[in-house]
């Protein structure tokens, strides 16, 4: 059934300061890779169970132990557990998001500070860090729970929710976290729960929303290579010594080709081939390679067969070289040859890879092509996170209702009936 007419009045009515609270979440930089941003997560944290306690949710705050990052043992942000609703007659629909973010800085090619949302009315755009992910998302629930109140309207599912502030770094304490609550039974808040929705996924295109049924695994990686007791002078040392980052970069450039294949043996051939009916869906998906490179902000797809490209998304595991410790990346010109550096990769991961599958593998080639370079120097590899992919029945009562949802709301507004049904997408 279509929204209550009071409910779309509502929203429109209260826009200016739904986005205030948005802008208010975005301001705090809750970066949870960043050991010195740690209690700014836990700030973000202690901020939306207070949002969801004004609204009537009745909530707790899980401890979820410490860790070590970055050299520091470090208290892990507590997971939010939430539930509004007891109505036996009512499905109870449990959501999870996370209120914590990615590092960025305005020169990753920011316009704006990221931590300032700003209002892009001639593009229709909030941009900030996490607008999007997953703060967003996460503040759209609460704005529903807000206007149905305020209008006295029922919520025609009981709510639960489960938010945590380590996504963007493993979501470590998680696991341990649903376990232990599951093992609760009817005194827990996971009891009674009909199905999860994910609020934190993306639409293929701007054109047509898509309903995310699957997402690819994440395995993490840093290669540490050291060597010199301390920094260098490459006018003093320059082809006198194995130099650690020439061998970083000898090893980095070996684990994926130009063309996105993973050049670790075992890797891509862990996946099937795709079946005749799989292909067809790609086929008739709402999407072109014009989508991706103007999402990319530039004409970089690796192919113009959009279905390749769907696939490469999709259904097959890809590897990302994302940084390097310990180089000079400064402003000017600084002739030294660094004595450690550490470069970081990722390999997404599609059924039936799993990080445990995949992290020999690594390991076994990584030794094998530093060996073969000869070097002085010492090379270790460390796995620093990781999650399985996961697929659900598309064909489940949950993933048919939201479609039913999604179908009134494009007749409503955007004119048109397709709606695409997206796999893999993001992890």
Known sequence: MPAHPKFVEYVDQNAESFIERLAQAVRIQSISSDARHRQDVIEMGTWLNDQLVSLGVTTKLVDLGTHVMQGQTLPLPPAILGKLGEDKKKRTVLIYGHYDVQPALKSDGWNTDPFQLVVDKEGGRLIGRGATDDKGPILG??????AHKSLGLDIPVNLR????GMEENGSEGLDECVVDEVRK????????VDCVCI??????????????YGLRGIAYFRINVTGPGQDLHSGLFGRMVHEPMTDLIKLMSRLVDNNGNILIPGVDEMVPPPAPEEVNLYKEMDYTTADVEEAAGGPIAI???????????????????HGIEGAFSAAGCKTVIPSKVGGKFSIRLVPPQTPENIIPLVYAYLESEFAKLNSKNKMTVEYLHGGKPWVADVKHWNFEAAKRAIEVRLRGSFGCERLVIAHGSCG
């Open 141 to 146: 629930w609460l704005n529903v729970i807000q």
């Open 161 to 164: 929710f489960c938010f945590e």
């Open 185 to 192: 039974g009817t005194d827990g808040y996971f009891s009674g």
């Open 199 to 212: 609020s934190d996924n993306y639409w293929l295109n701007t054109r047509t929303p898509a309903l995310t």
């Open 303 to 321: 192919s113009e067969d959009k279905v390749t490209v769907l696939m490469a998304r999709m259904r097959s595991p890809s590897l990302s070289l």
